[in-house]
């Protein structure tokens, strides 16, 4: 057995991430929870209780003022009562996933299972159901590694707004229901932080010391009761923000994040004689993230990172909002295209609508994933950076959570290797053109082929790899070459 990790730096900068992980290169989240039900999109639960916002004005006019229905009645509404999660992770699979997330509690401190500690879960109230024990037990059918998301860590300062009142109209001065005390453990005793500038989710991480060791309590039930293989905070490693002007860490505020990524380590140790386990954070500090994978939300790398690294993103808004449009499958499959070719892996968040189903553009979504993945899955599972990540003048443009289709043109490509074979994804290609790629030069090429498809004529002039593509693709977007 694996010698097990104790909760420093040192010992925890020893990681290195699974090959499951390194192979899988794609999985899904059910990003999913009380929060689902308005289908009026993100943060929900915060926004209700900011007075002038969409959501605000959506639920004073939906549901009533949130001195007389808040947030806690919202819960009692969720009842997932279509949720079928066999079905789901079948789709899921069929689409192309390896690995699947499941949201353990979001910033709502609502728990998606049977907590013994918080009385707020799924199993206490609106579904009656122990929602991550369902999702894992489809997930270990599929033979997906099973990830929880918690987003608890923000939760404390994050859901300040709800000891808030009016300052306009006719409950000016009511305080809404986080003020109740007989709601205090849900909403938090968090007066600490004020109410004043409430649409700052600001500080992300309370200084809060009580808190910190409930957030230790939490993730450590979570890990006991599910052993996941991925756990994934929604910010830095708790409960630190900043580092020393020598750049010493200031390692006493990391002392709660490094004691649960321990034990989730430690416990895959003990399961499976080594560790197959993945903590994920977003501080960009290698002397951080390196304890797990950082993870970068709704975003990209430039070029290729010498470890794995992750990115999570959504086909629209994180939960279900009637506003939001969806991504397109060409844009996601380019995406992960993009990504893999730098060493990363991808989750995308697949909508659920309160009842648990997912709509039909989702499911055409999800098709459409699988058909190309039918075809191109070679040139995705189990392989790793090339020499280079690709070549063309096209970059995905990395502006914050700003996630625009990127416009290919013939001279783009994205390269990953596996065996004796690079694997060239053709980001703007079409059928009928004879496409040149310049980053062969230096290698002899015995043969190329269409994944999909078969060899493919090609010769080399002056270093310069030509070759002719027939004039039907098979794959609807990023067909690949696979080049020996």
């Known amino acids: 057995m694996s010698n097990l990790f104790e909760a420093s730096f040192d010992s925890l900068h020893h990681y290195s991430a ?16 009380p929060q689902s039900v308005p289908m009026f999109g993100d943060w929900y639960a915060r926004n209700m209780y900011i007075e002038g916002t969409p959501q605000y004005e959506y639920h004073l006019r939906h549901y009533g003022h ?3 229905f808040g947030y806690k009645d919202i819960c009692a ?12 992770m079948a789709k899921y699979y ?3 996933a390896r690995y699947f997330m499941s949201q353990g509690t979001h910033h709502d401190h609502f728990f998606n299972y049977g907590s013994a500690i918080n009385r707020m879960n799924s199993v206490n109230v609106g579904p009656h159901k122990d929602i991550l024990a369902l999702w894992k037990a489809a997930a270990d059918k599929y033979g997906m590694p099973f990830g929880i998301s918690e987003h608890l860590g923000a939760s404390f300062s994050w859901w300040r707004v709800n000891k808030g009142c009016d300052k306009y109209g006719p409950y000016a001065g009511v305080p809404y229901d986080g003020n109740d005390p007989a709601w205090q ?4 005793a968090n007066q600490e932080h004020g109410t004043e500038n409430p649409t700052e989710a600001s500080p992300w991480y309370t200084s809060n010391k009580e808190y910190h060791r409930y957030w230790v309590r939490c993730i450590s039930e979570m890990i006991e009761r599910f052993e996941p293989d991925l756990i994934y905070t929604d910010g830095s490693l708790p409960f630190g923000s900043h580092w020393l002007d020598d750049g010493a860490k200031a390692s006493s505020s990391y002392e709660c994040g490094l004691e649960i990524v321990a034990k989730l380590y430690n416990t895959s140790i003990r399961r499976h004689g080594e560790n197959r ?4 954070q ?3 500090n290698p002397e951080i993230f390196s304890i797990g994978v950082l993870d970068i939300e709704k975003s990209q790398l430039p070029g290729i990172m010498p470890e794995p690294w992750h990115t999570d993103t959504c086909i629209g808004n994180w939960f279900y909002d009637v506003r939001d449009p969806y991504k397109h499958p060409d844009q996601i499959v380019e995406m992960l295209a993009d990504i893999i070719s730098k060493n990363g892996v991808m989750l995308l968040n697949v909508l659920q609508r309160p009842d648990g189903t997912i709509d039909e553009e989702a499911d055409y979504i999800l098709a459409k994933l699988g058909e190309w993945f039918a075809v191109c899955g070679e040139a995705v599972y189990g392989t790793r950076p090339w020499r280079v990540f690709g070549e063309g003048n096209t970059r995905v443009k990395i502006d914050g959570f700003t996630e625009n289709k990127t416009e290919w043109n013939r001279n783009d490509f994205r390269f990953v290797q596996k065996d004796d074979a690079v694997y060239a994804f053709m980001m703007g290609a079409s059928g009928g053109e004879t496409v040149t790629l310049r980053s062969f030069a230096e290698q002899e090429v015995r043969s190329v082929e269409l994944l999909g498809c078969g060899p493919v004529p090609f010769r080399k002039e002056f270093g310069i790899l030509i070759v002719s593509l027939p004039e039907k693709l098979p794959a609807f977007c990023a067909n690949a070459l696979k080049i020996r």
């Open 18 to 33: 699974p090959e499951w992980f390194r192979n899988a290169k794609f999985g899904i989240w059910s990003h999913w929870g």
């Open 66 to 68: 949130p001195s007389k």
């Open 77 to 88: 509404l969720w009842k997932a009562e279509n949720f079928d999660p066999e079905g789901l």
């Open 94 to 96: 069929k689409a192309g």
């Open 185 to 188: 453990d849900f909403y938090f």
């Open 277 to 280: 386990a993945v903590y994920l």
């Open 282 to 284: 977003k501080d960009r």
